[in-house]
């Protein structure tokens, strides 16, 4: 997804509420039960994949050290969107519901309040690049990340990890 895309669905909640009817429809998305057991077990996958990050970047794959910060993110935001009761079986769709519940729009004065200390335009941003990086390193075939670059999202999954961690155990 491109930052135009992100900029298009972050400021229309109408096409945000389209593509989330759109994605029920396919079945990619659904409404659930609020489950605290799975929203931990994100969590752990979270934690899980934060300290595999450092274990591959130690051993010089980088390229699973980025892979695994998209997963540690991807985790954190499926337990961040069952607790508004929805599972996730897209990349598009997890970020609809994120946009639709946390980005600032239809949310109570103290929903708003709290979570626009925690996840802003860069964290959604952040949470988009580390996908289109993980589809890099994953399928390209070229060695396309360093130690720097690994170290930084490594520091960017950790910092999005704990902001979910903090809207979710804050609440």
């Given at each position: ?51 595999f990050i450092l274990a591959?970047a130690e051993k010089n ?35 609809s519901v994120i946009i ?72």
């Amino acid at each position: 997804m491109k930052e135009y895309d992100l900029q298009k669905l972050t400021n229309n909640p109408e096409l945000v509420k389209q593509k989330i009817d759109r994605f029920i429809r396919k079945k990619l998305l659904k409404k659930q039960k609020i489950d605290k057991e799975e929203i931990k077990g994100h969590i752990l996958k979270s934690e899980n994949n934060l300290r595999f990050i450092l274990a591959a970047a130690e051993k010089n794959f980088f390229d699973w050290a980025v892979t695994g910060c998209y997963y540690a993110c991807y985790h954190a935001a499926l337990a961040l969107i069952l607790t508004k009761g929805y599972s996730s079986k897209n990349h598009l769709a997890t970020l609809s519901v994120i946009i639709k519940e946390f980005y600032k729009k239809g949310l109570t004065k103290e929903d708003i309040e709290i979570l626009s200390k925690f996840l802003d335009y860069e964290d959604i941003l952040f949470y988009v690049e580390s996908k289109n990086k993980r589809e890099d390193a994953t399928y390209s075939t070229k060695l396309l990340f360093g130690k720097k670059e690994v170290e930084a999202l490594r520091i960017k999954a950790i910092l999005f990890v704990n902001k979910i961690k903090d809207i979710i155990f804050k609440n």
